[in-house]
């Protein structure tokens, strides 16, 4: 009985050592196995996915990028630089020559020129526009199609000069909300209703919209009451255009990606001037609007770091430009 006591510890240490070594070998070989997983996961996060990505700039170029004096390469390297897909680009004439088409073949991209000195470019095919040209058709691929809308508003009378007592195109002086609401609405409100009668259908058809443009007119989102109190703004003042816009179902996709207007003004207008200079008065009044889509970022492209997002200097234009980055599902034409 000793004897038989004597061996079977020796017996079963060496068995547990085996089986450890056998469990061992199990555990390694399944570890590596979801090691690879998540590893092929993490570099592929959308290898099951079909969502699309692209850039959408919005470019007032500045009497067809010569009136900052630099050459024309310099616009094209403006949106080379914002990596955009699609450009909704506005001044794009230089006399009666349309620059925007000379970008577009410098870019290799389609281009349709919309008339009133705007154009839209895009490295996706522009498949086709509603009946005044305010917006086309871009097909992204043989199952994803957006549509996108370009507009440049009257720049005169302007509010913001208006309310700051600025001399401005002979427009008058004024001081409250209220009046800068008429004023505008006298600027601009029969063209962003003239937009809007084919913008709302796009709006209804189902599928991503997109808008872009220099509307010569403040968002209502950053003349709130809160800028108001920070001393930024004369009164707070519920700008109609971008309401608008708003109404009719998109929404401002710089500020989606900035709530914050205090902290992130995102000012596009003007770098032509500093930002303390009594007779002018800096604001953000280019835009990239959308629906059906994600917004995944959004930034200021201009001359320097204190001001933009993404630099080039020198900066070609007297407006910064805006590029938001947007995802989308494709949808089925409706």
């Known amino acids: 009985m000793r004897s038989e006591s004597k061996s079977n510890p020796k017996f ?81 004439h230089v006399g009666k020559v349309d620059q925007s088409q000379r970008i577009a073949e410098i870019l290799g991209w389609h281009h349709l020129q919309q008339g009133d000195r705007t154009a839209v470019l895009s490295r996706y095919p522009i498949v086709g526009s509603t009946p005044h040209k305010w917006g086309v058709t871009i097909e992204l691929s043989d199952k994803a199609k957006l549509h996108m809308f370009n507009v440049h508003f009257a720049a005169s009378p302007y509010q913001p000069y208006q309310l700051k007592n600025i001399p401005y195109g002979n427009a008058p002086f004024i001081q409250t909300s209220e009046q800068a609401v008429e004023w505008a609405n006298k600027a601009r409100g029969a063209q962003v209703g003239r937009m809007l009668t084919e913008l709302v259908p796009a709006i209804a058809s189902n599928q991503p919209v997109l808008l872009t443009g220099d509307f010569n007119e403040p968002s209502f989102q950053d003349w709130t009451e809160g ?13 109609p255009a971008t309401s608008r816009v708003v109404a009719a179902g998109l ?76 995802s989308m599902l494709p949808r089925s034409s409706q």
């Open 12 to 92: 079963n240490l060496f068995q547990f050592f085996l089986d450890f070594y056998r469990l061992r070998q199990i555990m390694m070989k399944h570890a590596f196995t979801l090691l690879l997983t998540i590893s092929t996961l993490l570099i592929t996060p959308n290898a099951q996915s079909n969502e699309i990505q692209i850039r959408v700039m919005t470019f007032n170029i500045w009497v067809g990028g010569s009136q900052g004096g630099q050459p024309l390469e310099r616009t094209v390297e403006a949106i080379q630089v914002a990596r955009a897909d699609i450009v909704g680009m506005q001044e794009t």
């Open 251 to 326: 929404f401002d996709t710089y500020r989606q990606a900035h709530p914050d207007p205090i902290t992130q003004p995102g000012h596009t207008w003007t770098n032509t001037s500093s930002s303390d200079d009594p007779n002018d008065f800096h604001d953000r009044i280019d835009f990239v609007f959308a629906c059906g889509v994600n917004v995944l970022s959004s930034q200021v492209v201009g001359e320097n770091k204190s001001q933009a997002d993404i630099v080039l200097s020198p900066w070609p234009s007297d407006h910064r430009a805006v590029i938001s980055t947007v």
């Open 227 to 239: 800028v108001w109190k920070r001393d930024r703004i004369p009164v707070p003042v519920n700008f």
